[in-house]
Every structure is written in C-alpha cells, then in structure tokens.
C-alpha cells in the first residue's frame, strides 16, 4: 500500500518544481495551478509559507557559500536581495492573483449551481413538452381514426387504430389519457366493423339490383360466341362438331377479349369486400364475416326469386328477368371465390346453384300449362339453353337443366304432333280427290320440289295445263311433313345433350301422324261409292308409300352420330302398303257390283225362235264400261294394277255369265237360246283381244268352254274322260251335266 504524503511536503515538492522550471513559460504553467489548488483548498498561507521557506533555505546556502567567498557573497547577497525584491513582487501579484481567483471562483461556483438550476427547469420542460407532445400525437391518431371512417377509409382507419394502440399508447401508459383511450378502442373497432358492413350491405344491394343487367350482358355474350361459332364453322367445316363451351370453341374464341364483369355496359367493383373482408381479418372475426355474409347472399337468392312466372308472351316475359337474375347472381358468385379465396366455399356456392336451379325449374314447370304454341315453346327452350350455355362457361352444373329439357322437349313433341295432326286431318278431309291440276311450270316445280316425287318426263316435254297422278293433298302433306321434320330439329338447334331422344321421338311420332292421320283417314274414305275417288286414294296411298320410304333415308341421313346405326324402318311404310291391297280390292268390289248390275239387266231368251244379229245390250254395256274406266278412272293407275283389275273384272265377269243359264228359273234351252249366249261370249272375247294381253283370255276359257258345250252336236264326248280334258277341261264337273241336261 502506498505512503500517504503529508500536505506539508506536497507543497514543498510544488515549490521545487516551480522554483526548478527550466524557463518563465514552465514557470508560469506550473505557478498558477498551485495557486489555484491551494486557493481552492485553503491552503494559500501554506503556500506562500512553503515559498517562504524554501526563500529562506536558499539564504541560508547563500550565506553558507558567501563565508568561504565575501566577495562571491557580497555579490550574491545583491543577487539576492534582487531575487528577494522580485520574490516580494512577484508574492503581492500571487496574492492579487489569488484574490482575484477566489472571487472568480465563487462567481463560477454560482454560475454553476444557477446553471444545475436552469438544467433542471429544462429537463423538467422538455419532459414535459415531450409528454404533451406524445398526448398530442395520440390525440392526433385518434381524431384521424375519425375523419378516416367519415371519409369512409375504413382500413386506414384500423390501421391507424392498430398503430395508437400498438405504438402510441404504448408511450403514454403513466397518463390517464391512455387508459381513456384504450377503453375506446373495442367500442371503435366495433364502430369500423359496422361502418365497413354498411357500404358491404349497400355494395350487396347494388349487385343484387345489377344481377338481371350482369346476366343479360353475359347472354349477348354467349349470343356473340355463338355467332362467331357459326362463322368459324362456316368457314372451317370441321369447326361444326364442337359445340359451344368445347375446348376447341374456346380456344378458337380466346382472341376475343371481354371481362363479363368489366365492361362498357356494366362495371362490378369488389373494392367494399375485399375491405371488408380484409378488416374482419384484421378484426379477428373473418370466420363469423364469413358466415354473416353466406347468410345475407342466401336472403338475397330468396329475394330474387319470384313465387311465380309467365310464358305466355316470351318477349314480356319473366321467364328472361328470372334467368338473367339467376345468371347475374352465380357469375358473382364464382367470381368471389376467384377473386376472394376462403370466402365463399365451393360447396355454398353449389348449394345456393342448386336450389336456385330448382326454383327455377319448378316455377317453368307449373307455368307450362299457359303454352299451346309449339313455336312458343321453342323460344321458351331458346332462352333456358341461352342460360345454360352462360353458365356451363361458368364452371356450373348443368345437368338438372339439361334433364328438364327433356321435359320441354316432351311438351314441344305434343304440342307439334298435335298441330300436324289437326293440319293432315284438316288437309285429308278437305281434298277433292281429283289428279292434280298444274297450269305452268313454275307450279309445276314448287309442287315438285316440296313432293317425293319423281316425274315420268323432263319438266321440258311437258304441255301446260296438265295434270299429276296424285291429287293435292299429296303435297301439302309432303310440306307438312318436312315442316314437322324441321321444327323437330330446331329444337336441338343452339344446344340439347339429348339427340337421340329427338331421333326416336321423331320417328315414333311421324309413324303415329302417317299412320293414324293419314292412312287411317284415307281407308276409312275408301267406303265411298264413288271409284273415281278409291281409284285416287289407291294412287296417293302408292305415294305416300314412296315418300315413307325417302322419309326412312332421310331420317338415317339426320339422325345424331350418338343414335345407333342401322336403318329405319316406318311402321307406316307398311301400313301403306298394305292398305293398297284394301283399296285394290275396294275397286275390285266396286267393278264387280257394276259388272253384277249390268249382268242382272241380261234378258235372255232361252227358248228363242229366232236366232239374235247382234250381241246383247248388256254385253255391249258391259265391255263400253270397262273399255271407259280403264281410259277414264283408272288410267292414272300403273299398268299392272290395271291387268290386275281387267283380270279380276273379266274373271268376275266370265263367273256371271256362266251363272245365267245356271238360274234354277232357267229350265230349258234352245239352241238359239245358246246361239246369243255364244254370240255374246265371242263379243266379250273379242273385246279382250283388243287390250292386247293375251293372259286375260285365260279368264274366258271356262265360259268358252260351256258355250261350246252346250252347243255340241255330240254330248257323249263330255262323258268320255279324254274327250272332256282335252275340250272341256275347264268346265265344271258339276255345271255341265246340268247344262246338258237344260
């Protein structure tokens, strides 16, 4: 441990070492500081005893050193009393010097306790102003929290919220302000939470007043692809197998640009909930935020959906208002969840689809009993498949509404069978039954061209006026017909998943209409007595087979590539062609009962004295009449139905005759009685000979035959077998006795 040194030789050692100074700079330097220490201390006596002392020690060595030398001494004395006269000087100035340090000492010793003083003010202020300062700052945020939600800047103003609560309050906690304000902030955050639901709650209220314009835009959207589908396919005919909303359809459209929700005509700002939802998350409330706004959009469907609808005029109808509504509400639907992810779960979304699609269909459903027009219901089904088309672009499930096209399409195939059915019902009842009458060429080629029908000669060697095989009922049914094939077909036009549905119904119902409108009619108008008219019937029966048989091509060629392959096969085809044969047989009947009529007039004399010039007048009736309807009635009929006829008639006929003499009234004849009988059988045979078809004698040879053996000379050879095969063969076994025996 060091030696503590004595205050008294401190000084001692400050005195040599001033005294000792190598010059007056070093001197001064070390002068002064001991002068003000000293002072400082107390200790000024002390020192100017210290150089007292050291004055007087250095006399003493003087005085030494001056007895050995006077002279040296004496000289040294008179150094020395100048240094003592300097020292004595230079004493009084320390002194002042002092004097003056001490007084400069307290002044600055008050300086600095008035400085300490003034320091503390300060501080005193400046924490002071720093404190109303931060209040101030906190009062400021919290104002602006304020004004941002009355300028409805609902997130700044949480942020701004969140930065009091978080920063500036944190800095002013020993303040009563601080508790005041944080006490406010659940009752603001609540304020900016409901302020932030109102603009959502009149954002919600837009769109909903927006929807039916949102889905109208989307319609003539659709519309515009649509087209531009047709003019692709016009263009590129391969295009014409990929329907609307095909991968091929949109990759093909990609080029055009529009924004459903961003156009010229309809702009959807999502600003309001994408804040609102970005506060909630702020908030710590989003999966109530959440919930809240499922509810309201659920209100808002059941707003938008009517109790009922009209059909009845498609132009006024709620039918479009309800479709558009519905697409208006889904495209924002879909695009929220695009738009805000967690928002809307995709199972809400389907769920409120569904049940708007329900709706829908239920409100078109109990509404369809108002529509009787076929043509109606087709722009009834223009509109829903408009609709489905928008929303399958969508990304939305449409197979329920596909499905109820089926039940539109059920409805359109009744209301359009049942128009046709009253139109061929209308057109068969009403014809004349007479060849057709055309008077110049271009009737001719209209009634050509809407009939199955394939002229005999160019249209260039035929004369005007003229007449065509079948009468006019012919073609109308032809143009009903191919009507009835379009208006089946428009209804897959635009979009329908069903065409084979089309095809079969199309079929079933064609057959019903041909069959039970048409054919049933005609053999049902075959009781006529009048064979003018069978005659035409049988001519438009052989048409319409003809047409049956196009209409099973035509219908193979426009069936869907879904339906099965193979051919088709009309039920009426058949029935037509059966009821030919009715109606041949009709003409048959009718014939014969004239041929009947004119035997009955025959009066022959069986016991006659005189033997007759001339044929009987009925005979000459009989093959006037033939020779007349075959020229007449029957000539528009095909050569072999009238050998047919001939064959049938002349057979008849032949039967007859033989029948005359048969007549139990008959008891005797004469051989001038079978002279007319003979002259008469060789007039009918001639007659036949002149229609130039040798296979109708053959329905002579058994009345031939009798004549001949009644006029035998020999009877005998009728009972030889040989004889009577080879000459009689054809006779009855049962007639000829009789005859003989007559």
């Known amino acids: 441990m060091p030696a503590i040194i004595e205050p008294h030789a401190e000084l001692d050692y400050a005195v040599q070492q001033i005294v000792l100074s190598?010059?007056?700079?070093?001197?001064?330097?070390?002068?002064?500081?001991?002068?003000?220490?000293?002072?400082?201390?107390?200790?000024?006596?002390?020192?100017?005893?210290?150089?007292?002392?050291?004055?007087?020690?250095?006399?003493?060595?003087?005085?030494?050193?001056?007895?050995?030398?006077?002279?040296?001494?004496?000289?040294?004395?008179?150094?020395?009393?100048?240094?003592r006269e300097g020292t004595v000087n230079l004493t009084s100035e320390i002194l002042g010097l002092n004097q003056a340090i001490q007084t400069g000492t307290e002044k600055l010793a008050e300086a600095k306790r008035a400085l300490v003083e003034s320091r503390g003010v300060r501080q005193n202020i400046d924490e002071a102003t720093q404190a109303l300062n931060d209040c101030l700052e906190v009062l400021r945020l919290a104002n602006q929290v304020h004004d941002l939600l009355g300028k409805k800047s609902h997130y700044a103003a949480l942020r701004a919220l969140d930065e009091l609560q978080n920063v500036q309050l944190r800095e002013v906690t020993q303040y009563n302000i601080a508790d005041i304000i944080q006490k406010s902030v659940p009752a603001t955050k609540k304020t900016i939470a409901d302020a932030v639901m109102t603009d959502l709650n009149t954002w919600l209220f837009r769109i909903r007043e927006t929807s039916q314009f949102l889905g109208e835009v989307a319609f003539y959207h659709t519309e515009q692809r649509r087209t531009r589908q047709k003019e692709r396919?016009?263009?590129?005919?391969?295009?014409?197998?990929?329907?609307?909303?095909?991968a091929i359809e949109?990759?093909?459209?990609?080029?055009?640009?529009?924004?459903?929700?961003?156009n010229d005509d309809v702009q959807v700002d999502?600003?309001?909930?994408?804040?609102?939802?970005?506060?909630?998350?702020?908030?710590?409330?989003?999966?109530?935020?959440?919930?809240?706004?499922?509810?309201?959009?659920?209100?808002?469907?059941?707003?938008?959906?009517?109790?009922?609808?009209?059909?009845?005029?498609?132009?006024?109808?709620?039918?479009?208002?309800?479709?558009?509504?519905?697409?208006?509400?889904?495209?924002?639907e879909k695009a929220t969840m695009q738009k805000a992810p967690g928002l809307r779960s995709a199972a809400d979304v389907d769920e409120l689809w569904d049940s708007m699609c329900q709706t829908a269909i239920?409100?078109?459903?109990?509404?369809?009993?108002?529509?009787?027009?076929?043509?109606?219901?087709?722009?009834?089904?223009?509109?829903?498949a408009l609709f489905i088309q928008t929303m399958e672009s969508w990304g939305y499930p449409v197979a329920a509404l596909d499905t109820f096209l089926l039940t539109l399409f059920e409805k359109y195939a009744e209301l359009l069978k049942q128009r046709f059915s009253d139109d061929f019902q209308e057109i068969v009842s009403t014809d004349d039954y007479m060849p057709m009458p055309i008077n110049n060429l271009d009737e001719y080629?209209?009634?050509?061209?809407?009939?199955?029908?394939?002229?005999?000669?160019?249209?260039?060697?035929?004369?005007?006026?003229?007449?065509?095989?079948?009468?006019?009922?012919y073609p109308l049914c032809c143009i009903d017909i191919r009507n009835f094939l379009n208006q089946f077909y428009f209804f897959s036009d635009d979009h329908f998943q069903q065409p084979r549905v089309i095809d079969d119904t199309l079929k079933t119902s064609l057959d019903e209409l041909l069959s039970e409108k048409v054919c049933r009619f005609l053999v049902e108008r075959l009781n006529s007595q009048y064979l003018g008219q069978i005659v035409q019937i049988l001519i438009?029966?052989?048409?319409?087979?003809?047409?049956?048989?196009?209409?099973?091509?035509?219908?193979?060629?426009?069936?869907?590539?879904?339906?099965?392959?193979?051919?088709?096969?009309l039920h009426a085809t058949e029935e037509f062609r059966s009821h030919k044969k009715t109606a041949e047989k009709r003409i048959f009947e009718l014939v014969n009962s004239k041929i009947d009529d004119l035997i009955e007039t025959a009066e022959y004399d069986w016991l006659a004295q005189n033997l007759e010039k001339e044929p009987s007048n009925y005979m000459q009736t009989l093959t006037q009449y033939l020779s007349n309807i075959m020229n007449t009635v029957l000539l528009g009929l095909p050569t072999e139905i009238k050998e047919l006829i001939y064959f049938d008639a002349l057979s008849h006929a032949a039967s007859m005759i033989i029948s005359l003499p048969l007549s139990p009234e008959v008891k005797k004849i004469n051989p001038n009685g079978v002279a007319a009988l003979a002259k008469d059988v060789r007039f009918l045979s001639d007659f036949v000979d002149t229609l130039g078809n040798p296979i109708l004698q053959q329905n002579l040879d058994e009345l031939q035959q009798t004549v001949a053996l009644m006029q035998a000379e020999n009877s005998d050879e009728y009972y030889d077998v040989s004889t009577r095969n080879k000459k009689y063969g054809r006779v009855d076994a049962m007639n000829g006795p009789l005859l003989l025996e007559k």
């Open 22 to 83: 190598p010059t007056d700079n070093d001197f001064f330097d070390q002068l002064i500081p001991a002068i003000k220490d000293a002072s400082q201390e107390g200790r000024g006596y002390q020192l100017l005893q210290a150089l007292s002392e050291y004055s007087d020690d250095r006399e003493a060595e003087i005085e030494n050193v001056c007895s050995t030398n006077h002279q040296e001494f004496t000289a040294s004395v008179n150094q020395l009393l100048k240094v």
């Open 233 to 246: 396919a016009e263009r590129f005919g391969y295009l014409s197998n990929f329907k609307l909303n095909s």
């Open 270 to 332: 999502f600003t309001p909930l994408f804040e609102c939802l970005h506060i909630h998350n702020e908030l710590g409330q989003s999966d109530k935020f959440r919930a809240d706004y499922a509810v309201t959009r659920r209100q808002q469907k059941d707003l938008l959906m009517p109790s009922s609808i009209t059909l009845t005029d498609i132009e006024e109808s709620s039918l479009s208002e309800l479709l558009e509504g519905i697409a208006g509400f889904a495209i924002v």
């Open 250 to 262: 949109l990759v093909s459209d990609e080029n055009v640009e529009f924004d459903i929700l961003d």
């Open 540 to 569: 438009n029966l052989e048409h319409f087979e003809v047409a049956c048989r196009e209409l099973e091509q035509l219908l193979v060629a426009a069936r869907s590539s879904s339906s099965v392959g193979g051919t088709i096969v």
């Open 362 to 384: 239920s409100l078109i459903a109990k509404a369809l009993h108002e529509v009787d027009n076929a043509e109606m219901l087709l722009k009834i089904k223009g509109v829903i």
């Open 445 to 473: 080629e209209k009634v050509v061209n809407v009939s199955w029908y394939t002229p005999d000669k160019s249209s260039a060697e035929l004369r005007f006026p003229c007449v065509l095989p079948f009468s006019q009922m």
